[in-house]
């Protein structure tokens, strides 16, 4: 039994082998640069008044396309693995009809569903295992100059590092079985199972990793760093911003002296102009910022701190390790009352 999984199963897994050595080739022939170039440019501007936040920006400008092309290759992995590792793995055989011979052999069908899941299964989160290793120390870097633009608990960083890749694998590859046995044809159970792991990929960060622990709530002074411009007639535009630079800030609103919410900061005609006398920018920020504290503006922010990555991590993994085991076991019982 074994060996014939593995007969059937060779080409693909030739395939995946193929477009991973390849992948992994690339990151290790840029890699080396990268993380030189990192070191160098940190090493330049330590100790400078200014500090690293220039070079930060300037590095993550000049990669940010390889940095968001090489997340979104490892990104679309296991829902590659559900399309065309997991939908035909039963599909096919039920399509083409040789599932009679294999059900009418010595071997018993619970065996036979259960060799090809965990030979096929423990592949799936081996490869997805690989490249999340890969990406991981190629970005890091990169992750580094990134914490406040993407921080590690939100969207695609957090979806392609650590270990949520190899669960997300083992759910798409025991979500396509399922499906492919109960649609019995393999081209729209591959359909299916795209459509269906698509939406809980944009479920998970939207309603379940916001709620995996209590977000805290901060109310902060305004200043330089959450004040992002002063438009026409004093208008503040304002963003975000927490002490925890890595944050992932579910929400924020500015509110005044009497805990109503604002839309923008309009700040006296008279404070502006005594605000502009110096003709110096920063000078001129300052006292923008000095005038709305005084006035009782706040910002209140909704976040999770940037600890929490690794429960999340753990906490998601699990969820989708747990999904799999259940669906797995429901193919289980349909093999064996429903085939």
Same mark, same amino acid.
């Given at each position: ?15 995946? /082998?193929?477009?991973?050595? /390849? ?12 993380? +030189? +170039? ?83 299964? #423990?592949?799936?989160?081996? /490869? ?65 199972? $795209?459509?269906?792991?698509? $939406? ?19 109310? @902060? ?14 208008? #503040? ?12 800030? $579910? ?17 006296? +005609? ?5 605000? +502009? ?14 005038? @709305? ?21 753990? /906490? ?24």
């Amino acid at each position: 039994m074994i060996w014939l999984t593995l007969r059937q199963f060779r080409g693909s897994a030739l395939m995946m /082998a193929g477009v991973l050595t /390849a992948f992994a080739a690339a990151l290790a022939f840029t890699g080396p640069g990268l993380a +030189d +170039d990192y070191a160098q440019g940190i090493a330049a501007c330590t100790g400078q008044e200014a500090g690293c936040t220039r070079f930060l920006d300037r590095f993550l400008d000049s990669h940010q396309s390889a940095f968001l092309g090489v997340s979104g290759l490892l990104l679309l992995l296991p829902g590659l693995i559900g399309l065309f590792w997991g939908a035909p793995l039963v599909a096919r055989e039920l399509e083409t009809g040789t599932i009679r011979m294999a059900l009418t052999q010595s071997v018993r069908r619970t065996r036979w569903f259960a060799v090809k899941i965990a030979l096929v299964g #423990l592949a799936t989160m081996v /490869a997805a295992g690989i490249g999340t290793l890969a990406v991981t120390w190629w970005a890091s870097p990169l992750d580094k100059s990134a914490v406040s633009s993407y921080p590690r608990l939100e969207a695609i960083v957090f979806a392609t590092r650590g270990i949520v890749p190899v669960g997300y694998a083992a759910f798409a590859f025991a979500l396509g079985v399922t499906v492919g046995m109960l649609v019995r044809r393999a081209l729209p159970a591959m359909a299916i199972t $795209l459509a269906a792991f698509a $939406l809980v990929q944009i479920a998970m960060p939207v309603f379940v990793r916001p709620n995996l622990a209590e977000p805290v709530k901060a109310t @902060a002074a305004f200043s330089t760093a959450n004040i992002d411009g002063v438009g026409e007639g004093g208008l #503040l535009h304002v963003q975000a911003s927490v002490a925890d630079a890595g944050a992932w800030i $579910l929400s924020s609103r500015t509110v005044d002296k009497d805990g109503r919410t604002v839309a923008v900061i309009d700040l006296p +005609d008279a404070d502006m102009a005594k605000c +502009d006398a110096p003709r110096q920018p920063a000078k001129a920020m300052q006292c923008v910022t000095d005038t @709305a504290n005084r006035l009782g503006y706040r910002q209140e922010a909704t976040y999770h701190p940037s600890s929490r990555y690794w429960p999340f991590q753990w /906490a998601e993994t699990g969820i989708y390790l747990a999904l799999a085991l259940g669906l797995t076991g429901f193919s289980f019982w349909w093999a064996k009352r429903r085939l």
